[in-house]
């Protein structure tokens, strides 16, 4: 038997120790820190943290600033697009695209142990590397150089000598002008309100582009670079988490050779740069969010980070820039982090005041090392998403793991899964089983906007409605759960009467701006108000910026500028604004406090009409062509269509795509069908409404004149029939009364009204298969209270069997009895049950049904079973046998009787068994219905080839709505293939006294491992001492041992058949005489 490893092994070794330098300049941009090993726990057998093979689930310890903290973590297994591509430029310039094999394998989240408000983000790839955050402390850990015996750094990340970080963003006053603030607050008040985390998951796919300065940083080592912007991506992830946000890395360029963009400049003029580059050059290559440029040298005097805000979605700003010039990568991911918030509608934290977990967060405008975002963010981000913004976070993208099988019970739909609602015990979805993450019989999905009741919405069903004129509405296509990707009208297309044109899926116009700006009754301000703001060059007015200085913009580019709004209610909170009287016209403006190098909402909207034919793009008021519409709507289209952001034609009602020139119902190739087909409905319409009503007039005619046509018929097939052919026919069939019939046992889910649907079935035949239908009428569906017996020694008292185990019990000798009796002389008799009220019960059901006749004479119970059994007969028994062992009771009768032998399995939701109770006369506690729910055990053909004859009906509101085609092929392949008696076979015998054993032993260990849990949280919270805790484990254990070893014993001798044939009893007898001397043992040390 293999030794455990110790629990805990850790080691607190000095700066210098062991003869092994520590790196000093690894060392050297720490004030302060420890160097530990940490452990691998809970594993048998030793193995390389390097293997390929990496578990779901891992459990580290290391040792924190004098304390052991374990470190409970789960696999992420989701940080690559399925679709990942990595691009490259070649020796002439052009962009190549590949699918590098990225090791995903080895990154880890999670929680410390005890510790609610903590969060782990670590990748093992080489040694372990990430960060710890325990409460307000944030800890950094990264392997030491040089070192052979797994040593790690660990330090406080505020212990990090850094220079500071600033986003571009200088500080200003606050506008001595605050009318309006204090309306505001309603608003405030509301977004406060709100859940922290929007209810609905978005995604971020997100495009990293290494510039060449970060490439030669590390010896142009690409799969070094890789991996830490793997690993970068890893902990923003972990940080968005907050958000309900995941982060996806769905492209990874590098520009190894030389920069595609001039890198020296301002760090505004590199963003602009980049983001130019991204749309002309990246984003026909490859669709993403978001693009954000890593460079290896900090050149921007303390500006390490830079982005346009609330742009997320555009292809035109939807970027930014981070300096990453060392190895420590946890900071460059709060960099990435913040500028990426700004991408998402955040501002900064300050001058706000906000509510952060730690004394600064993620969106503070210096450093913080913070991981977590404050409820100003959060609020901004709802903000962002309620006002339209983050469209394509909608999108969930294809994802995959590369390196591991499928982990079921992630809450993630990992490949070879169908779908995937987290661990059974939290499962609420009744289109999937949880434990097997495959689709419930009868469902087609699980999610998604086109999945409805566990079925495909039909095809052309809204599921993405448009937004306003510039968006497209999408449809369901009947063959998926997912709602098609999400497409808008070309940009540059016109609307509002052609006086403004269509950009990103909206209509560019300044009203729409200023009501997002300051609120629904605002509006445009007149020219005279952009002339004379943005023509000052300063933060209230200007067009963009010139060697980091305000621009002033020309008069005919004035209304390109920063937007001009009047009738202003609201205010932005935390966002400086500006009044000014011009002409007897209040104009107010804003600035978002991005600063000089970061556009900023408050500027006009690229798209918007500035003049007739003419769009502002770029702070300039131009040519509209410039935004790149060139839809040919008469000859690609027919004029009847404009063309999607995918450059296909979208028809109007009445035209079909892809091209507008044949009928249909509009639509394009992208939005999937736009109008339900109907015909199926329409046809089983007409033949419902009107074939059926006639062929059913027809076959009453025929039934009422049945007699007069079989007469009719039986006289011309058979004119001579005499009446010695007729008894001749009768002799025959009671010679066969003698032999033994062919008859069927079916067990079924309580409630499952089998009798009354075979009944129904079976009533319109000439020659019936008779039945008994046996449903037991239980005074207490549950059972009650065990009570005690005392044994004959010395021993505490133990549990009595249930009674309802009981009167089980005696149901099915009764029906053996019932079999024999018809199989032999039809003679029912059984002594020694007088007064037994199972019998009489049972008796009674029996000749209600008319299957026997009979009654008590000279003391002697003796009743006759009718001749049906000449015929096949059908027992069924109504119960819950919800255990497989209570069932396997009934096919044992069926095969010592050569019966067929079937099971009808009604499955049944929760929410709907408790509905039912509540409809009873008498009913239940909510409490047993819910464990007896637990408690299931579904028929498992696979694992027991006794069960194969077995069918799981669904429930519904009409208990009597079941696929009875299904049930009566099952009962014809049962009564077709009785069960053969068993056949003794010893070796299998041993065989099988050997599997029940070590289930037993099992079962029973797991169960008092658990009573020894709960003994120690006791002890623990009377604040028993280490020590005493300490012998209170052994003592605890022993008693395991002894009693553990007692009932290996027991199971391994011949006569163990009882025993394994109920499993539960077994254990729960042993469990029983645990806690009876556990208690004693636990008395004992609280005296003391």
């Known amino acids: 038997m293999l030794q455990s490893v110790e629990l805990f ?14 790196s000093s300049h690894q060392t050297s941009k720490f004030s302060a820190y420890e160097i530990i090993i940490p452990k691998l726990i809970n594993e048998r057998q030793k193995r390389d943290i390097g293997q390929e093979k990496w578990r779901d689930q891992i459990t580290y310890s290391v040792y924190l600033e004098g304390k052991v903290y374990i470190l409970k973590l789960e696999r992420n297994k989701n940080l690559l697009a399925k679709d990942f591509v990595q691009y490259v430029y070649d020796k002439e310039g052009k962009m190549q695209a590949s699918q590098p094999k990225i090791r995903t394998h080895c990154y880890y989240h999670g929680v410390v142990e005890g510790i609610i408000d903590s969060k782990v983000l670590l990748s093992m790839c080489s040694g372990v590397r990430g960060i710890i955050l325990v409460g307000e402390r944030s800890f950094g850990i990264e392997p030491l150089e040089n070192s052979f015996i797994f040593e790690h750094l660990i330090y406080r990340l505020e212990d990090m000598q850094t220079e500071p970080f600033v986003c571009g963003v200088p500080h200003h006053k606050q ?28 995604f971020v796919e997100l495009v990293l582009v290494v510039d060449n300065d970060k490439y030669n940083l590390h010896n142009r080592n690409e799969t070094l670079i890789q991996e830490q912007m793997v690993e970068l991506v890893h902990i923003v992830n972990g940080m968005y988490s907050s958000l309900n946000v995941r982060v996806i890395l769905t492209g990874l360029v590098l520009w190894k050779d030389k920069d595609q963009i001039v890198i020296n400049g301002t760090a505004g003029e590199v963003l602009s740069a980049f983001v130019r580059w991204r749309e002309r050059v990246l984003i026909p290559e490859k669709q993403h969010d978001s693009g954000h440029l890593i460079l290896g040298k900090a050149q921007f005097s303390g500006i390490l980070g830079l982005a346009f805000v609330s742009t997320v979605c555009s292809t035109r700003l939807g970027g930014g820039i981070n300096v990453f010039a060392n190895s420590n990568v946890p900071i460059a991911a709060t960099i990435l982090a913040h500028e990426l918030g700004h991408n998402m509608g955040l501002s900064h934290d300050d001058p706000r005041t906000c509510d952060c977990p730690t004394s600064r967060c993620i969106m503070f405008s210096s450093i913080t090392n913070s991981r977590n975002f404050s409820d100003c963010s959060q609020n901004d981000f709802v903000r962002f998403i309620e006002r339209g913004g983050g469209l394509c976070l909608q999108n969930e993208p294809n994802l995959e793991d590369q390196y591991s099988l499928p982990s079921c019970g992630n809450n993630i739909v990992d490949e070879g899964e169908e779908c995937d609602c987290g661990k059974p015990q939290k499962c609420s979805n009744p289109c999937c089983n949880a434990a097997t993450c495959t689709l419930t019989s009868g469902s087609q999905c699980a999610h998604g906007k086109c999945c409805e009741n566990c079925r495909f919405r039909v095809a052309g069903t809204l599921c993405r409605g448009a937004v306003n004129v510039c968006d497209l509405p999408e449809y369901c296509n009947g063959s998926s759960q997912f709602c098609q990707p999400d497409v808008f009208i070309q940009n540059g297309y016109p609307c509002a009467n052609g006086m403004t044109y269509c950009f990103d899926g909206l209509c560019q116009t300044y009203d729409a701006q200023c009501k997002v700006l300051f609120g629904s009754t605002s509006e445009r301000a007149p020219d005279v108000c952009f002339e004379h703001a943005n023509r000052q060059g300063d933060r209230f007015g200007n067009c963009g910026f010139q060697n980091r200085q305000f621009k002033k913009c020309t008069l005919s580019n004035a209304g390109c500028g920063k937007i001009q709004c009047i009738k202003v209610t609201e205010r932005p909170f935390g966002v400086d604004t500006s009044t000014s009287n011009v002409n007897g016209i209040d104009c107010v403006n804003a600035d978002f406090h991005v600063g000089t190098d970061v ?10 009409g500035c003049n007739e034919g003419k769009a502002c793009i770029n702070f300039e008021c131009v040519n509209a062509s410039n935004l790149g519409f060139d839809c040919d709507i008469k000859g690609k289209c027919n004029n009847h269509g404009i063309c999607n952001s995918n450059k296909n034609c979208h028809c109007e009602d009445g035209w079909a795509p892809p091209n507008c020139d044949t009928r249909g119902f509009g639509g394009s190739i992208d939005s999937g069908p736009t109008r339900i087909d109907t015909s199926l409905r329409d046809g089983l319409l007409i033949f419902f409404l009107l074939v059926v009503p006639i062929l059913i007039f027809i076959g009453l005619i025929i039934f009422f004149n049945r007699n007069a046509i079989k007469q009719c018929w039986r006289k011309r097939k058979a004119p001579h029939t005499t009446t010695q052919t007729r008894t001749q026919s009768e002799n025959n069939l009671s010679n066969h009364g003698n032999q033994r019939n062919n008859q069927v046992i079916s067990t079924a889910n309580s409630n499952i009204y089998a009798d009354i649907t075979l009944h129904r079935q079976y009533a319109s035949n000439e020659n019936p298969v008779p039945y008994i239908a046996y449903a037991p009428n239980y005074q207490n569906p549950v059972p009650p209270p065990r009570p005690t017996v005392t044994p004959q020694s010395n021993e505490p008292p133990r549990p009595a069997g249930s009674l309802w185990k009981l009167y089980r019990h005696k149901l099915l000798v009764y029906i053996e009895h019932l079999i024999q009796a018809i199989h032999g002389n039809g003679c029912l008799s059984v002594s020694g049950i007088e007064n037994d009220s199972t019998w009489e019960c049972f008796i009674q059901s029996l000749k209600q049904q008319h299957i026997i006749s009979g009654e008590t004479q000279l003391g002697v119970q003796q009743y006759t079973v009718f001749n049906m059994y000449l015929r096949p007969l059908v027992i069924i028994l109504d119960d819950n046998f919800y255990y497989q062992s209570m069932r ?7 095969r010592r009787n050569s019966l067929g032998f079937l099971q009808l399995f009604l499955e049944c939701p929760l929410e709907l068994c408790l509905q039912r109770n509540h409809e009873r006369s008498c009913p239940v506690n909510d409490e047993t219905v819910v464990l007896m729910s637990t408690k299931i055990q579904l028929p498992d053909p696979v694992r027991n080839i006794w069960e194969k004859n077995s069918l799981i009906l669904k429930s519904t509101e009409n208990v009597l709505e079941i696929d009875s085609q299904k049930v009566f092929e099952l009962l014809d392949v049962s009564l077709e293939n009785p069960e053969k008696p068993f056949e003794e076979n010893i070796e299998q015998k041993a065989i099988d006294r050997a599997i029940c054993a070590a289930s037993v032993l099992h079962q029973a260990d797991q169960t008092i491992r658990r009573l020894v849990s709960q003994s120690m949280k006791t002890a623990k919270d009377k604040k028993l001492s280490t020590c005493n805790m300490k012998l209170l484990s052994e003592e605890l254990n022993k008693l395991k041992t002894v009693l553990l070893e007692d009932l290996r014993h027991v199971t391994f001798q011949d006569n163990s058949k009882k025993l394994c044939a109920d499993v539960n009893a077994v254990v729960e007898e042993v469990a029983y005489k645990f806690d009876q001397k556990k208690e004693e043992i636990l008395m004992n040390f609280l005296k003391f």
């Open 9 to 22: 092994l850790i080691y607190l070794i000095s700066c210098i120790h062991n003869g092994t330098d520590a």
């Open 599 to 608: 556009t900023d909402p408050s500027y006009v909207n690229t798209g918007t």
């Open 888 to 894: 396997y009771e009934v096919f044992q009768i069926a």
């Open 175 to 202: 506008s001595t002008n605050n009318d309006g603030h204090s309306s505001y607050g309603s608003l405030v008040q509301h977004l406060r309100k709100k859940r922290a985390v929007l209810p609905r998951t978005r």
